[in-house]
């Protein structure tokens, strides 16, 4: 097995500039529009860089990821608090996964800190702010019940794709230790 080079090694700057890539892609061109939000597949990335290059990474893909498909893929005007948002979705995405064996407990765990503790709040206090005229209650109340099938589906959806990619030799990266 081949010693960890660090984050700066450009095996980890490539991996961390594609799964930016398919943040952009799965969070902006493949949407499932519901009434009050959109779901994407944007967080699957974050997961994986989560977890196979820890939470520095993790935080870059969110941030980038959500910075560049704003610019990309337009639906309005730029706001920072939805980047800063992803950028602590990727902290809890490393902190929680990071090298450590795809359990379902620590899928559920990651998946409903990210969604329910950062995301809902967050998102919902962003939009209050862009939108003033529901309020931050009105809109997090609005958006909550999307949560109870988004927090699911993205529970097997990460457990699914980490389980898929600890069989997976990657040259240079540490396997998820099983």
């Not at 493949?30 to 520095?56: C, D, R, T």
């Not at 909550?144 to 898929?164: D, R, S």
């Amino acid at each position: 097995m081949q010693k960890n080079k660090g984050t700066f090694h450009v095996e980890y700057i490539t991996f961390t500039a594609l799964l930016v890539a398919l943040q952009v892609v799965l969070g902006n061109v493949l949407q499932i529009p519901l009434m009050e939000k959109q779901y994407n597949f944007g967080f699957l990335p974050i997961a994986v860089a989560g977890a196979l290059l820890g939470a520095p990474s993790a935080m870059i893909v969110g941030g980038l990821g959500d910075f560049l498909g704003a610019h990309i893929f337009p639906q309005g005007a730029y706001f920072p608090g939805f980047t800063l948002t992803n950028v602590l979705v990727g902290l809890v995405c490393g902190l929680v996964l990071y090298r450590r064996k795809p359990s379902i407990v620590r899928v559920i765990i990651a998946v409903a800190v990210s969604l329910l503790v950062i995301n809902w709040p967050l998102n919902s206090f962003w939009l209050s702010m862009l939108y003033t005229s529901k309020g931050f209650m009105g809109w997090f109340a609005m958006r909550g019940p999307n949560y109870i099938f988004e927090v699911p589906a993205n529970i097997v959806l990460v457990f699914l794709c980490l389980k898929g990619l600890s069989k997976v030799n990657l040259p240079g990266f540490m396997a998820l230790k099983n």
